[in-house]
């Protein structure tokens, strides 16, 4: 699992200032606590369950099994479709009698108008229109196909949760296990719907808009999943996951591949419970991509902040799961003491604007990272006072947002 902290890059944005900021690359692993942490838990054991045969033999027995049970059946059928013809011909008795009785009501109105009349509506003179009567067709009977083996869909479904679901932090076992089912269920889709749309291109040649058509295709599916967890004989969740009520939409200019679609939804739908079950118990691994801005040191005036950026470097790449992080601790504390001497309004001062912001956004990543939420929370603050473009107050509710996840998983695991 891929996770980018945001990390803030300040080359794009030009003050008209002298310092010349630079950004050191990082990159380090986190681990994402859990939102609801179970501290009994000490492995788990998850089964998968598919709707889907787990080899071609399996795809053949089934297909034999169908025809029999279609062919016990097939007197049922036949019975149904007879009572359904009867009440066609008792429909149809009733059509024959409202058609008769409308008839009449239309030729009595007729026969009294006056002759100059019944002249101007001669071609619209009442017609006697009997419904055709209903013909019964014997349903045919079940015969035995081979299946397609090219299109069938098959999953081992030890191999489906040996391959997908893994509670993060935690061994594979029965001892203090997280029990869980994950129940993967029919695949749903529309056919596939060919659409047009017009639009203009510029004719270079004739120098004149023209119009033109483009043609593609719609379709959509779904594939909804249950999960039951369980531990030590008592249950903690079951439910549909409702992202996977939702329907996805394909568009594209080729008619898709509704047979790869299905085959690929069944890998979507493991990976959204497995990171539903982690998200709640798991301790997730998490690579990080992380920029320290640091003041180019010409002439030692920013001893201080490269000094900060070594110790965060460090930091970043040493951090351990509850092992206490002196460097990313002495270079917030650098920081902090340079935010001291921040003078927004003199483009001459050391730590000017530009050093204020990329400053402010170093401790607030670092703090969160430690789990320093006061001095996170703090920073925060202080960023929001300042005056903000709509891309920096974005980038404020994307930390603001980090930090909130961040410090509810912790709290959780309190």
């Known amino acids: 699992m891929k996770y980018f902290l945001l990390a803030l890059t300040l080359s794009v944005f030009h003050f008209g200032f002298s310092q010349k900021i630079n950004e050191e690359k990082i990159k380090f692993t986190d681990t994402r606590l859990p939102l609801k942490p179970i501290k009994t838990i000490k492995s788990y054991n998850f089964t998968v369950v598919s709707p889907y045969p787990e080899n071609n033999n399996s795809v053949k027995e089934f297909a034999q099994k169908k025809y029999q049970e279609e062919l016990a059946n097939y007197p049922n059928v036949v019975a149904e479709s007879e009572r359904k013809y009867d ?15 409308n008839f ?6 007729f026969d009294k108008m006056t002759l100059i009349e019944r002249m101007a509506l001669k071609d619209q003179k009442p017609v006697l229109r009997l419904p055709t009567k209903p013909t019964y067709y014997k349903p045919s009977e079940p015969r035995f196909v081979e299946p397609d083996l090219t299109r069938s869909i098959t999953f081992d479904t030890k191999m489906l949760s040996t391959m997908y679901l893994k509670l993060h932090g935690f061994e594979k076992g029965s001892d ?42 719609v379709a959509t599916y779904r594939r909804t999943v249950e999960v039951s967890l369980e531990h030590n004989g008592a249950g903690i969740y079951s439910g549909i996951l409702e992202s996977t009520t939702e329907y996805k939409k394909y ?5 898709p591949n509704m ?89 001459k001062a050391r730590i000017d604007e530009k050093v204020t912001r990329v400053l402010l956004v170093n401790t607030i990543d670092a703090a969160i990272t430690i789990n320093d939420f006061k001095t996170a929370e703090t920073q925060i603050k202080a960023y929001e006072a300042l005056k903000n473009s709509n891309s920096e107050k974005k980038m404020i509710e994307a930390l603001r947002a980090q930090y909130s996840d961040k410090k509810a998983r912790f709290e959780a695991a309190i």
Do not use: C, M
């Open 104 to 109: 009449r009501i239309e030729n009595e109105a």
């Open 259 to 347: 047979i790869a679609i299905e085959k690929k939804s069944v890998e979507d739908a493991l990976v959204i419970a497995n990171d539903f079950i982690n998200n709640n118990y798991g301790y997730s691994p998490l690579d990080v991509d992380r920029e320290v801005s640091f003041v180019k040191n010409k002439d030692g005036d920013y001893d201080d902040l490269e000094k900060a950026k070594g110790f965060a470097v460090s930091g970043y790449t040493s951090l351990k799961r509850d092992v206490k992080n002196t460097d990313l601790e002495d270079a917030i504390a650098i920081w902090i003491k340079a935010l001291g001497e921040s003078d927004l309004e003199d483009k």
């Open 87 to 101: 009440e066609q011909l008792k429909k149809h008795e009733d059509d024959v009698a409202t058609a008769r009785e």
């Open 251 to 255: 568009e594209g200019v080729n008619p």
């Open 176 to 217: 203090q296990a997280l029990v869980g089912k994950v129940t993967i269920y029919n695949f749903e889709y529309t056919e596939p719907e060919r659409k047009s749309r017009e639009y203009n291109v510029y004719d270079k040649a004739s120098g004149r808009t023209i119009p033109k058509i483009e043609y593609y295709y």
